[in-house]
């Protein structure tokens, strides 16, 4: 029975031992970590995520093995024109597990790596890249913005993917002009918004004038309108008149004519015609008297002479 009980405690005590001589590391999710021993970088695959009894002598080194994202800013960007402009840039990419230890030994940490595999080969597209580039003014156009991201994307990844690093998307963005050409936009902009400006007030005034031309068209035809009407009502009198004319004429000849017919059917005969009747209306009146007064002289020297009547009696 002591027997026994010495091998267990004796097995406690190694178990005891061999723990004590060991440490814990924990990897996070997402990442992995390389081992170092006094200086010497392990060949043994990275530590995965999770939980491990490890030496306590080691020294460890994290990578992420997620999805990350570098950011540059203001890079400078020379285009033919001989102006720098600068531009904001975004990388994304990762690490690749397998050679972890690899990048361990030749660059050393995550931003050393990073450092020397992928920032130093991006400047270096982008100043390339800046050689193609007519003008500063450019780098705002689409096409010229896409064709710098594929161009850093598959330089850099052709370049970073010997070493470990996986380079996935590539953006641009914040483009800045050289301070120059940023006042030259300037007036640029400015001289436009005052184009603009004039160009507005000349459609107002050609606006008006438009407006006051019809204006007076509209008066000019209102007025040959008007003046139409009082000639038309002009020849209307007019012709009212040559009508009232005309018919005064006729009915003159025709008076005239009938005076003439008249004047041509007296004849000696009729006169005589005429004359007979007359005396013939005057005895048919007459009942047998004689004047009462005898009138002598002629004119203004007539002189009542005697009443006839008055004498006989």
Not at 277 to 286: M, V
Request: proline share 3%.
């Amino acid at each position: 029975m002591n027997q026994t009980k010495a091998i267990i405690y004796g097995a406690i005590a190694s178990l005891a031992l061999l723990l004590g001589s060991c440490s814990i590391e924990t990897v996070p999710a997402g990442h992995a970590k390389v081992k170092t021993t006094f200086g010497k970088v392990s060949e043994d695959a990275p530590l995965a995520e999770g939980f491990h009894f490890v030496n306590p002598l080691a020294s460890f080194t994290t990578y992420s093995l997620q999805d990350q994202a570098y950011e540059l800013e203001n890079v400078s960007v020379p285009s033919q024109d001989k102006f720098k402009s600068s531009v904001g840039i975004t990388v994304m990419y990762k690490f690749d597990k397998d050679f972890l230890a690899k990048i361990r030994q030749d660059a050393g940490d995550e931003e050393a790596a990073v450092h020397k595999y992928m920032r130093q080969k991006l400047l270096s597209v982008v100043r390339e890249f800046g050689k193609s580039v007519p003008t500063a003014q450019d780098l705002f156009k689409a096409d010229v913005q896409n064709r710098l991201q594929v161009e850093i994307q598959r330089e850099v990844s052709e370049y970073a993917g010997r070493y470990g690093l996986i380079v996935g998307d590539v953006f641009i963005q914040d483009i800045t002009l050289d301070p120059t050409i940023q006042e030259q936009v300037k007036q640029v902009k400015i001289r436009e918004e005052q184009v603009n400006r004039e160009k507005a007030q000349l459609q107002i005034v050609e606006q008006q004038s438009l407006r006051q031309v019809k204006e007076a068209e509209s008066r000019a035809k209102a007025a040959e309108q008007d003046a139409l009407a009082r000639r038309h009502n002009s020849d209307a009198k007019l012709y009212e008149a040559k009508n009232a004319a005309d018919a005064q004429l006729y009915a003159a000849q025709a008076e005239a004519k009938a005076n003439k017919e008249l004047a041509a059917s007296v004849t000696s005969d009729l006169l005589k015609l005429k004359e007979a009747e007359a005396r013939l209306i005057t005895a048919e009146k007459w009942q047998g008297g004689v004047p009462e007064t005898v009138i002598g002289g002629d004119g203004a020297n007539a002189v009542p002479l005697f009443h006839m009547n008055k004498a006989l009696k």
